[in-house]
């Protein structure tokens, strides 16, 4: 179990915060609205109002001595440089900070955070891709070089193994996993295998994967 702090219990921080609670997590929610809190509060571990561009306050909740610290602040771009800023000066190991633009996503990462998150433009990408084609899923983009992609298997893969897919040689791809109604194989072999149905999940550099996507929409 890992423990979490929330900074910003906005409609992102707060579903952030649900979700790593209802895995299990230790969840702590930050913020200075009185009836957000009131709102979290039985959703999470702990729930606390408070002033986060304050240090003393920040260090009275011992966030220190949390192992992640998510400043998932709304539109207060001063509240959000320093809580992060502040985190960081604290000693917090990992903090992820979500930005609203580039510019402040620039800003956060020059004062620390670890990882910056664009809730909106990554959601604008994911839908992007998803209207290529109905076998797309789902994408994440890891870097500007590397993706993964969430892939219903195509009609053209079904009753073929992965060795005779040659999807490596054909589309620059490697298989990770693949999902066959609630079981997941996270080790496939090359005599696998592929049915009608089966989600496969995938890892490839971003043109490779523009290769296979068009595959998809064709």
Same mark, same amino acid.
């Given at each position: 179990?890992? @423990?979490?702090?929330?900074?910003?219990?906005?409609?992102? %921080?707060?579903s952030i915060a649900r979700t790593l609670y209802n895995l299990g997590h230790e969840v702590l929610a930050v913020d200075a609205d009185e009836e957000k809190v009131q *709102? #979290?509060? *039985?959703?999470?571990?702990?729930?606390? @109002?408070a002033d986060v561009t304050d240090e003393n306050v920040l260090l009275?909740?011992? #966030?220190?001595?949390?192992?992640?610290?998510?400043? !998932?602040?709304? !539109? =207060?771009?001063?509240?959000?440089?320093?809580?992060?800023? #502040? $985190?960081? *000066?604290?000693?917090? +190991?990992?903090?992820?900070? +979500?930005?609203?633009?580039? /510019?402040? %996503?620039?800003? /956060?990462s020059k004062i620390g955070a670890d990882k910056i998150i664009y809730p909106e433009r990554d959601m604008g990408v994911r839908v992007a891709h998803n209207l290529v084609s109905s076998n797309i899923l789902d994408f994440i983009e890891l870097s500007s070089d590397y993706s993964i992609l969430e892939i219903t298997a195509l009609d053209q893969w079904s009753g073929k193994t992965l060795k005779e897919l040659g999807l490596p040689t054909r589309y620059g791809i490697n298989v990770m996993a693949i999902k066959r109604d609630k079981?997941? =194989?996270? !080790?496939?072999? $090359?005599?696998?295998?592929?049915?009608?149905?089966?989600i496969l999940?995938?890892?490839? !550099?971003?043109?490779?994967?523009?290769? #296979? *996507?068009?595959?998809a929409g064709e």
């Open positions: 179990m890992k @423990q979490f702090v929330v900074i910003g219990c906005g409609r992102f %921080g707060s *709102e #979290i509060a *039985e959703e999470v571990t702990h729930a606390v @109002q009275e909740l011992g #966030i220190r001595n949390f192992d992640v610290v998510i400043v !998932s602040i709304g !539109s =207060n771009y001063e509240a959000s440089i320093m809580a992060t800023l #502040i $985190a960081k *000066e604290l000693g917090v +190991k990992r903090v992820i900070a +979500k930005a609203h633009d580039v /510019l402040h %996503g620039k800003v /956060l079981e997941i =194989n996270v !080790s496939p072999y $090359a005599d696998d295998v592929i049915l009608k149905g089966d999940v995938v890892i490839g !550099s971003t043109e490779d994967i523009k290769k #296979i *996507e068009k595959s």
